[in-house]
């Protein structure tokens, strides 16, 4: 079985304990408008144009057979509605200026790039995570995936928006040792303004995973002018003191870093203005769902 792969990150140090390796699937049905990783929604291939690394040798425009690259007046121009994503102009493109994202891969191939990784993940206690875009939008394959590693000792993380149906959870749950779940918007109308669906099916799967003893880390994200307000907040409060046993609540904060993605891939960001979160708002999030720990 294969699937599209966006990238594969080795020594992860932020999506589970310990050193990682995080394999991110492309393909999510959400459309959250903040998104950092916007090549991650469709599953298709696509092609990233980074523009300060090209020096206009046209080697693309020589070897496009649907002329979808021009070099003209200082200016290499991309028709993206001519692209059939063949990807001779990357692999001609000797700057690395353009490249193409998404590679069909299967269980074995991911297998062998992770277990490269086995001595740092027994002395750290880390292991394998699989992400997206969301990876049970590839379910075949992130189940096999997970199994396999499970077969070979490691530890296991799915980092998921929670967006599946109730039998992919269930089937998940035995080979899954720590839930990276997002929780992104906690009133209805506005997470479906936001995210393009409702919240119902997310928040039920993730009571679900609760009440079958699933270890779950809540992983809550915070976009200055979006959701860093009072309603949020005492919701988020009202899920720390009911579920107990949540292994942890983490602030998320909204970092504009991934801004230059979408001009690499020709979308138009929807949030070209907002800035990061400052210290000030994530220390008081923090002091407020978190006032055990430590914080910045």
């Not at 690259?69 to 700057?95: N, S």
């Not at 799915?158 to 039998?167: C, F, H, I, P, V």
């Not at 983490?250 to 800035?275: C, S």
């Amino acid at each position: 079985m294969k699937a599209v792969i966006l990238d594969i990150h080795r020594s992860s140090m932020e999506d589970g304990p310990g050193i990682r390796t995080t394999v991110f699937l492309k393909g999510c049905p959400m459309q959250c408008i903040w998104c950092h990783n916007p090549e991650s929604i469709s599953m298709d291939k696509e092609l990233a144009f980074f523009e300060e690394r090209c020096t206009l040798c046209g080697e693309c425009v020589d070897v496009c057979p649907n002329e979808v690259h021009r070099v003209q007046h200082d200016a290499h121009t991309i028709d993206r509605t001519l692209c059939r994503m063949c990807g001779k102009c990357a692999d001609a493109c000797v700057q690395d200026a353009l490249r193409m994202t998404g590679e069909e891969l299967s269980v074995a191939d991911v297998m062998e790039t992770v277990m490269k990784d086995l001595a740092y993940y027994e002395e750290s206690g880390g292991g394998l995570t699989v992400s997206g875009g969301e990876p049970l939008y590839q379910f075949g394959f992130t189940l096999e995936l997970l199994r396999t590693a499970k077969k070979n000792g490691l530890h296991t993380c799915l980092d998921t928006g929670g967006l599946a149906t109730r039998e992919k959870f269930e089937a998940v749950l035995p080979c899954v040792d720590l839930f990276l779940y997002d929780y992104k918007v906690t009133e209805p109308d506005k997470h479906k303004d936001l995210t393009k669906v409702s919240n119902d099916l997310i928040f039920g799967n993730f009571e679900f995973l609760y009440h079958r003893d699933a270890r779950i880390e809540l992983r809550c994200p915070i976009i200055p002018g979006l959701n860093n307000d009072e309603v949020h907040l005492k919701n988020l409060l009202r899920i720390r003191r009911h579920y107990t046993e949540l292994e942890a609540l983490t602030i998320m904060p909204y970092h504009n870093t991934g801004n230059a993605k979408y001009e690499r891939y020709g979308y138009v960001n929807p949030l070209p203005d907002t800035g990061t979160v400052s210290d000030d708002m994530l220390r008081h999030w923090n002091a407020r769902l978190n006032p055990n720990q430590n914080t910045i």
